[in-house]
């Protein structure tokens, strides 16, 4: 099986936001244990207790999940405030730039996601409004929205993905550009990402990524 290409979008932002059904790359191979990050946090998965990492997973789900969540925004009115991006109406020319490695624009950064060489599906986050991204099949019709809370992007901020049909899909607590929470539309854990490589709850690495 060819090895999936796993271009996250926003690098340039620090952002790191992994749609729940967008390819991914399983792995077993380990990696160093505690790693000091800047701002004095310290990356120690791996070395703390199971009742240390337990702690850590429910802190960040209160954060993330509230009695303010939305967990289903009405469907009617979620498509209406964004009908302008429902269909890419400039796709053609997103393709060709993401297809040719092109990341950024003056208006826009882009992303691609990569099965083998097969192009599936592409982000735009416009520069006018940083805080939302949109998830583009290949043929231009919008998947997932991005938003990003109050404070992107300063670290740390969260941010909560939205089928277009207005359901949650994830949501993730962003610590910085190397290390982040997510957690599934039901609060379930997903994992810790440090750098390309995502550990679960026990610390067993399980996914890995190309950039991010």
Same mark, same amino acid.
Request: charged share 25%.
């Given at each position: 099986? @060819?090895?999936?290409?796993?271009?996250?979008?926003?690098?340039?932002?620090?952002?790191?936001? $992994?749609?729940?059904? !967008?390819?991914?790359?399983?792995?077993?191979?380990?990696?160093?244990?505690?790693?000091?990050?800047?701002?004095? $946090?310290?990356?120690?998965?791996?070395?703390?207790?199971?009742?240390?990492?337990?702690?850590?997973?429910?802190? =960040?789900?209160?954060?993330?999940?509230?009695?303010?969540?939305?967990?289903?925004?009405?469907?009617?009115?979620?498509?209406?405030?964004?009908?302008?991006? $429902?269909?890419?109406?400039?796709?053609?020319?997103?393709?060709?730039?993401?297809?040719?490695?092109?990341?950024?624009?003056?208006?826009?950064?882009?992303?691609?996601?990569?099965?083998?060489? !097969?192009?599936?599906? =592409?982000?735009?986050?416009?520069?006018?409004?940083?805080?939302?991204?949109?998830?583009?099949?290949?043929?231009?019709?919008?998947? =997932?929205?991005?938003?990003?809370?109050?404070?992107?992007?300063?670290?740390?901020?969260?941010? @909560?993905?939205?089928?277009?049909?207005?359901? !949650?899909?994830?949501?993730?607590?962003?610590?910085?550009?190397?290390?982040?929470?997510?957690?599934?539309?039901?609060?379930?854990?997903?994992?810790?990402?440090?750098?390309?490589?995502?550990?679960?709850?026990?610390?067993?690495?399980?996914?890995?990524?190309?950039?991010?």
């Amino acid at each position: 099986m @060819k090895k999936i290409i796993f271009l996250l979008c926003i690098l340039i932002l620090g952002k790191t936001v $992994l749609a729940a059904d !967008l390819p991914e790359t399983v792995v077993k191979e380990n990696t160093p244990a505690s790693v000091v990050l800047t701002g004095n $946090l310290v990356f120690d998965w791996l070395d703390i207790t199971q009742s240390g990492r337990d702690a850590v997973i429910e802190k =960040y789900k209160t954060q993330l999940f509230s009695d303010e969540t939305v967990y289903k925004y009405n469907k009617k009115e979620f498509r209406s405030e964004y009908k302008d991006f $429902l269909k890419d109406a400039d796709f053609k020319r997103h393709y060709m730039l993401v297809s040719n490695n092109v990341t950024e624009t003056d208006k826009e950064n882009l992303c691609g996601f990569y099965k083998g060489k !097969l192009l599936i599906s =592409y982000a735009v986050q416009y520069k006018n409004n940083l805080r939302t991204v949109y998830y583009y099949d290949a043929l231009g019709k919008l998947r =997932y929205i991005d938003k990003f809370s109050e404070n992107y992007p300063n670290f740390p901020y969260m941010s @909560k993905q939205y089928r277009s049909n207005g359901t !949650l899909v994830s949501a993730i607590y962003i610590m910085s550009k190397d290390m982040q929470y997510m957690y599934n539309s039901d609060g379930s854990f997903k994992g810790a990402w440090y750098k390309d490589k995502m550990y679960d709850s026990h610390a067993k690495q399980v996914l890995t990524r190309s950039n991010w």
